[in-house]
């Protein structure tokens, strides 16, 4: 933990990111995509393959009489998902397709196993979501340079936490790893909103795992409050590991706050929250040396009204016979 840095005093640096220029002399596509739902983004490309005369017009057009119970799309939007399957590959610069994709799939239905791995496969691939995920290796310049050779693996097995907040902007624009004592910043603002676009797509896919640590009890850094820090990984496969050696070794008391192991969970081996939080309750069940607190819904989500607010305020609280685990205890 970091709970004794001075974040105020951290110098600060600018993670590296091609400008436009560059990325078109490297890739010929230089702008950033701005897509969050992949469902709408797989309905579009099949839309698109129904179209004889591919124009956004007449592409419009065919979404909007295939979806008439939905909102009516306009060709601005159409298009910002045209231009996103052409940056993917997926379609040529006519919007035509030479290889089929999502083949067994139906419009508007909801994506697929095989859908996400058509979509994992993108993710990997599309140079943009490689540059950021090349941060949570290094953000060195020099190994910058060297994010197009990056794979799945590399990801998986070579990377870090990486801690980000908003600073300055409503978007999140600063971030810490636990191994520099340096704030790491972004100053363009679609980079900014590129970064959620890159979260999104993670996190559906389980690519990516991500939570706010407003739930800790301790602050992760000394000088910033856990409500305004996040924090982002790629998951590992799950493994089991001793959890009663676990606790011994990271807490001193037998009072733990559950938000704090699973939280410590996550740091050392960067696994999914919903598989560390099955883990916590099989090992409950199983072991003599472990029971718990549990507290309810309503305590926890209060002063809350949205569903992603109440899944954001119960996300690192197991649920156990219809009531969360709040305290592990850990018997003497």
Known sequence: MNRNSNILEYPTVQLPILS????????SKWSYVNIYSLKDLKDIYLISRLVKEKTVKNITKKRNELMYKNEVWGERKILEYLNALVKFDILDSDYNSYTSFFTNSQINEELTDENKDILRNIFFK???????????????????????SLTEEDYINNSNLLFYYSEKNRFTDTFLYDKYQKKFIIENDVLMRFWDVFLKWGTTLRILEKFNLSGLENDVFADISNKSLSVAYFIKPFKEFDLIKFLQKE?????????EVIFRIARTYRYAIPDIKEFVISMIREKDELTYERTSEIFLIKGKNTQKAIDMATYLFPKMNDSYISTLILRQ
Do not use: C, V
Request: proline content about 8%.
């Open 20 to 27: 436009d220029e560059e990325a078109g002399k490297q890739f």
């Open 251 to 259: 807490f001193n008391t037998k009072y733990i706050w559950m938000p």
């Open 126 to 148: 599309y140079f943009r979501f490689k540059e950021l995920s090349s941060w949570f290796i290094s953000p060195d310049p020099s190994f910058h340079k060297t994010f197009s």
